[in-house]
């Protein structure tokens, strides 16, 4: 629901340690267990994390328009307009596009019509520069061939 409305989302529950109705493991709701402990093996909920981690924009130069990424083929489309919202955009102004290592650990490849990947290969941080006369930016985001999900 987060991505179809364009909203950030976040989890409240990082570790329900010290709450006395607290779920008492982190496979409930909390992130953590124990936060005296590292967030690893079984102090944490991977499930819950791999729920937590996916793509999403960070900044944009221009209007977003819509944004999707599916779980189960970890494949993240992002659509926006060059016109700005509100206020003029100087030409240099990049799209940062979150990609997360933890969602895509072999890497992996990116299309993008109306602009072009200005960032190295299989960065965390995807960096997008308009194309001049574009009107739309699409970026579509795949694991890398061979990559299971």
């Known amino acids: ?23 008492t493991s982190p496979s409930v709701g909390s992130l953590i267990n124990d936060q005296r402990k590292p967030p690893a093996g ?7 994390l791999h729920a937590l981690v996916r793509p999403y924009p960070q900044a944009i130069a221009g209007t977003p328009i819509a944004w999707k990424y599916d779980t189960s083929s970890r494949v993240f489309t992002f659509t926006y307009s060059t016109v700005p919202a509100g206020h003029r955009l100087a030409i240099s102004a990049r799209t940062l596009v979150f990609i997360p290592r933890l969602a895509y650990p072999a890497g992996y490849t990116v299309r ?30 795949v694991p890398r061939r061979g990559q299971r999900a």
């Open 1 to 23: 629901d987060a991505d179809q409305h364009m909203v950030g989302w976040m989890d409240w529950e990082y570790c329900g340690c010290n709450e006395p109705d607290a779920p």
């Open 42 to 48: 079984a102090n944490l909920n991977t499930r819950l």
């Open 112 to 141: 993008v019509t109306g602009g072009r990947a200005r960032s190295r290969a299989n960065a965390q941080l995807l960096e997008i520069a308009n194309r001049r006369g574009a009107a739309t930016v699409t970026v579509k985001v």
